[in-house]
């Protein structure tokens, strides 16, 4: 059993609904932003009653968030999924930044900055890559009626048929990626079985 801390203040929230209600429609309809909502709440005294009755509201909303975690395995395991995707992301741009033999070429925060951009767009690259050949294998198991359970299994977020070591070349050249030919190349490697999953 989880004991509350303490209880919420329910009066606040009350006396403040019209403006928590105010707020809300306002970010619903996007008649303003998050940070604008902050910025004006956190420019107020923090005994201001809007920001403490906000305060009580988020803490309803937290605790029955936190219940449902604790009550549902479909709610835990969705979360670990998400956690596993970030962390997986997160390596994957590690691999990428640090592709020069764990050493960084920047000497100045601009450059950093720089270096940073730029491994988070290899990164997204790599992913575009990575959904686009998931996407093709997608419409070719549908087009040739077979399973596309083990798709399910298969991450965008996948570098171990990427050569991080190469030589990126940015250019011009309008030359587009035959997916045709690597979905071919999938079938006869066996990635894709060649046989009728049905």
């Not at 940015?170 to 030919?181: P, R, V």
Request: glycine share 2%.
């Amino acid at each position: 059993m989880i004991k509350p801390v303490r209880k919420i203040n329910i009066n606040l929230i009350m006396e403040e609904w019209e403006n928590i209600q105010r707020i809300i429609l306002s970010l619903d309809l996007k008649t303003t932003t998050q940070s604008i909502i902050v910025g004006k709440l956190s420019a107020y005294a923090r005994k201001n009653k809007t920001k403490r009755a906000l305060w009580e509201y988020d803490n309803i909303i937290k605790s029955l968030y936190f219940l449902e975690y604790i009550d549902s395995v479909s709610v835990r395991r969705n979360v670990q999924r998400a956690l596993n995707r970030g962390e997986s992301y997160h390596k994957l741009r590690r691999a990428v930044s640090y592709a020069n033999f764990d050493k960084p070429r920047f000497k100045t925060e601009q450059d950093q900055q720089l270096w940073g951009e730029c491994s988070r767009l290899l990164t997204n690259c790599i992913i575009y890559y990575n959904a686009s050949i998931l996407s093709k294998m997608l419409t070719y198991g549908e087009r040739m009626e077979r399973d596309s359970d083990m798709l399910k299994r298969i991450s965008p977020i996948a570098w171990q048929h990427i050569n991080l070591y190469g030589r990126y070349e940015f250019n011009k050249k309008q030359e587009s990626i035959d997916m045709s030919e690597i979905i071919q190349e999938l079938i006869q490697s066996k990635v894709i079985p060649s046989v009728d999953l049905k």
